[in-house]
Every structure is written in structure tokens, then in C-alpha cells.
């Protein structure tokens, strides 16, 4: 229904305060132009609730993002992980029975899986086939004769990639890391006087123990 002129300037007072008057620029304006600015269509009644629903939805994520608890918290800022402890072990029980093979120098090896080589590369060598000092990338978990773990690329989260027979580290021993192929899952102990003051993949290792164990995977071998 169309407004009647009287309930027009009446809908113009109320918006203006005086008669059509507007209170700004002491101009009469319009009062069909008052009624419509004054008065919400459904259109913009619809763009409210969809505002504040997005809004709403806004506050959700963020509260569900907020990290409660201290191991969530580890997990978000990569702190190390625990490593997961084996059976205690000793030098007797690595025995050729068992699959261990000594080297010259006391260390003993394994291998757990067999390494194919990188068929897209087309290296199917081990790692002392290439020289000088190829690059390569391992995973590699160390445990003392009580089981723990002392270091592990899993727990850090990072493999650890260094220069093959550089260092003279313990896995750039003979059946350590420098006879194995790409894919391939060695176990390896050093004996105390192999381990004695010298470091494995970078790392200090502990000290006067009989024996350390080292699971070890090759994953890249870079020759060149």
C-alpha cells in the first residue's frame, strides 16, 4: 500500500528530526528517499546472517586450531620424539649362527632387508664403489647394551645426509654404511674399542659400553 502524504512527512520527521528537514545540511530531503534508507529490505537482512554466520564460523577455526595439549604442542613445533627401547643385548649374542658377519676391524653386520639400488638413477653399486666420498642419506636409530636409544633420525624427524668415508666416523667402517645399496636395512655393532672416542653420523656417542647397536637404511646415494 502506498503512503498517504501525511504518513509520508511523518516517516520523513522521524527520519530527518524535523519535518522533512535534514539534519545535516539543513536541506529537505526526499521522504520516499528517508523511507527507503531507513526501512531494511529482506535482501539486506540476509546479508546480516550470512555475515555473522561467517563471522561465527571464523571464531570456530581459530578456537579449534589453538593446541591444548603439551604433547600436541611437541608435535606442532617438532620437538624430538622418544625412541621406542629394544631388548638389552651383549657382543655374545651376534653370533654367524645368528647371520652376523665380523669385519677386520671387530665390527659386526647384518643385513635386515635387501637394498635394489636407484633404478631411476641406474645406481645399483654400494655406497665404497664410488669414490671420493659420495654423498648419501640415511635413517638410522643407535641404542646402548641396555636397549635405549641414544639417537635417531625418527626422533628428530630429519634423515641425516653426510659425505661417505669423510669423517671416519663409525659407520664409514667396512660393513657399516660404505658396503650397503640404496633401499638396503643393515644392523651394525660396534664393539667398545671401535666406539671409543669417536662419533656416529655427527653424533657423540655414549662412552665405556661393551657394545653399540646402530639400524641403519641407505635411502640416497649420490655419487657425483
Known amino acids: 500500500m502506498i503512503p498517504t502524504l501525511h504518513s509520508t512527512h511523518a516517516a520523513a520527521a522521524s527520519c530527518s528530526g524535523r519535518s522533512g528537514v535534514s539534519p545535516v545540511l539543513g536541506a529537505r530531503r526526499s521522504p520516499l528517499r528517508c523511507l527507503a534508507t531507513s526501512a531494511s529490505s529482506p535482501r539486506d537482512e540476509a546479508n546480516t546472517t550470512v555475515t555473522s554466520r561467517r563471522g561465527a564460523l571464523i571464531v570456530a577455526i581459530a578456537a579449534a586450531s589453538v593446541v591444548p595439549t603439551g604433547a600436541a604442542l611437541a608435535l606442532r613445533d617438532g620437538a624430538p620424539l622418544e625412541i621406542e627401547p629394544i631388548e638389552p643385548f651383549s657382543l655374545e649374542d ?100 671401535l666406539a671409543f672416542k669417536r662419533k656416529a653420523f655427527g653424533q657423540d656417542v655414549p662412552q665405556r659400553r661393551e657394545a653399540l647397536l646402530f639400524d641403519v637404511e641407505l635411502l640416497v646415494l649420490q655419487p657425483y
Open 94 to 193: 651376534f653370533t654367524s649362527e645368528a647371520g652376523w658377519t665380523e669385519t677386520g676391524s671387530g665390527l659386526l653386520w647384518k643385513v635386515e632387508r635387501e637394498g635394489t639400488g636407484d633404478t631411476k638413477k641406474g645406481i645399483f653399486e654400494a655406497v665404497d664403489h664410488f669414490q671420493p666420498f659420495p654423498f648419501v642419506t640415511v635413517n638410522y636409530t643407535a641404542y646402548t647394551p641396555d636397549g635405549k636409544g641414544f639417537a635417531s633420525t625418527f626422533a628428530s624427524r630429519r634423515t641425516w645426509s653426510y659425505q661417505a668415508g669423510v669423517r671416519q666416523e663409525i659407520q664409514d667402517e667396512d660393513g657399516a654404511v660404505m658396503s650397503m645399496r640404496v633401499g638396503e636395512q643393515r644392523r651394525f655393532v660396534a664393539p667398545l674399542d
